[in-house]
């Protein structure tokens, strides 16, 4: 697994796409659990992880179910974690499901890469 994290608008998916150019990709924000399952890469991972919070599905299972069908996916997510603590709890859980998820795939990641103003960093390479 890969896993490429930054926040928002710093240029993450375009630093994907140039790294992994023949990957097949599939969006956070639309697609299937069995698409993420059957991807390349995924990008916009912590919209999925909205959803299946938002539809009641336990999403900290995740990081176990795709190391067991896909190891070799490369996940693009947004850090949540940064700025002001949101007032909302939906916001505050979601920003907690993100980071925690995120702390786990890295842990088994291969590589870790962090993008900042579009440039890539490597912070894990195992």
Known sequence: MELIVGGAYQ??????KKIFPQAAWVSGEDCTLEELLQADGVY???NFLGRQMDAGEDARRLPDLIMEKNPDLIIVS???GYGVVPIESRERAFRELVGRVSCDLA????????????????????
């Open 11 to 16: 240029g993450k998916w375009e630093y994907a």
């Open 107 to 126: 842990a088994r990641a291969r590589r870790v890469h962090r993008v900042v103003c579009s440039v890539g960093t490597v912070i894990k390479d195992a």
């Open 44 to 46: 916009g991972f912590h």
């Open 78 to 80: 947004n850090e949540v």
